[in-house]
């Protein structure tokens, strides 16, 4: 039986300093290889379309093409870059940053201060499909979720197509609310919830949960308010 292939990671950021304490953190991991070092986002779309990564460990704020822009240019065009995931690691844990990182198609989102083995484990969640917000990522989106700002028209309307029941749950899970926290709030099974959050993810084309609180984020009326 032949050894499952590591995890193929490319480190994208600025500073010398932090790309090689990322390198320490991996050297013990026989499941991820550093394969490649960018010290901006234009470095790291070139490296990732030349092919042999498949996750991307990106910062946001670098100079030239920024951690956003990268994100998106490379999550935009899959045939350049069949299967690469993108989690970010930053000191900007902010609502802005997160909901921009995550409408640019970041499957991650951690701080510089998550501990190595938490890194560890998310790039192995990364890797295998995933989605992984750190908790103060996902309260921030959440909070963000909750702002009252002017809808976007095709949000509006997609969120609109969804039944009452999946509306309801899709703004708890803007909350940050687990499944399981749904299902004990609405008196119904985890399995239910599951089955409502699946179609709405798929009514509102979101691949994932952190993509579904941004449609309900920019789909939602002003005066409207949040499930409570």
Known sequence: MTDPQPIRVLLA????????????VFESEPE???VGEAVDGAEAVRTVRAGGVDVVLMDLRMPGIDGIEATRQLT????????????????????????????AGARGYLGKDTDPEDLVHAIRMIARGKTLLSPRAM??????????????????????????????????????????????????????????VNRAMVKLDARDRAALVVAVYAGRSPDVPPAQ
């Open 76 to 103: 935009a065009d899959s045939g350049a870059s069949p299967g690469v995931a993108v989690l970010v690691l930053t000191t900007f844990e902010t609502d802005q940053y997160v909901l921009d990182a995550v409408a």
């Open 139 to 196: 309260t921030a989106l959440a909070a963000r979720a909750a702002a009252p700002v002017p809808a976007d028209p095709r949000a509006a309307r997609a969120l609109a197509a969804l039944t009452d029941r999946e509306r309801e749950i899709a703004e708890l899970v803007a909350r940050g609310l687990t499944n399981e926290e749904i299902a004990r709030q609405l008196v119904i099974s985890p399995l239910t919830v599951k089955t409502h």
């Open 32 to 34: 991820i290889t550093v």
């Open 13 to 24: 950021d600025d500073q010398a300093l932090i790309r090689v304490g990322l390198r320490g």
